[in-house]
């Protein structure tokens, strides 16, 4: 495995990447969660694939295996800012507005979206070594432009591999419940920082 970094504008640099990654998000957040989000037959695209957006892949012989988006929380593009603080202004109707607790917008705080890993990844080792990865581009790609701080909108979960990485992440806030996939999310939140060294497996 090994990991790739780039924003919207540089995604020609890594062939079909990008491609393959929105190939991936449709497979899992619209094929599986079964989420009422922009689609086509191919792929999953929103607002937020903007010249906003960065992305951290993992690739295993050339094949796109996991990935996320990210950008900072001062992002605008058009009428959109980051997707935690639309929900909070009522823009998108699957997510509560009291899920934010506050108003954010700072260039040090970077919100990560979009996570996800293909089901070709199948044992606890290699997907801990996927998650790692990724989350290790992440916070490469916050620093570079003076992040100190991520955020993201997830399972709760998701919080307990993140610290069995050496992540220092906590939950924001209280839960909610998802009728579009009956699933609990939260927002969590955790220092764009190295706390252990990640080791990629081959």
Not at 151 to 178: H, I, K, N, W
Request: aromatic share 8%; hydrophobic share 40%; proline share 3%.
């Amino acid at each position: 495995m090994h990991n790739i970094t780039f924003d919207f504008l540089g995604q020609h640099r890594h062939g079909s990447a990008f491609h393959d990654y929105l190939r991936l998000r449709k497979t899992f957040f619209v094929d599986a969660l079964r989420w009422d989000i922009p689609h086509n037959d191919d792929v999953e695209m929103d607002q937020y694939d903007n010249p906003c957006a960065y992305y951290s892949l993992v690739l295993r012989r050339g094949e796109v295996i996991g990935g996320a988006r990210i950008m900072p929380t001062s992002a605008v593009w058009g009428r959109h800012t980051y997707m935690l603080r639309d929900a909070q202004q009522g823009r998108i109707d699957q997510i509560p507005a009291e899920v934010l607790q506050g108003d954010i917008a700072s260039d040090e705080v970077w919100e990560c979206t979009r996570l996800v890993t293909s089901d070709r990844v199948r044992t606890q080792s290699e997907r801990a070594d996927c998650l790692a990865l990724i989350v290790e581009g992440l916070i490469e790609i916050a620093n570079r432009f003076g992040g100190i701080e991520m955020v993201t909108l997830t399972r709760p979960s998701l919080m307990r591999a993140l610290r069995q990485l050496g992540f220092s992440v906590s939950q924001d806030g209280e839960s909610y419940f998802s009728e579009a996939d009956g699933r609990r999310y939260a927002v969590l939140r955790m220092p764009a920082m190295r706390t252990s060294h990640l080791i990629a497996a081959e």
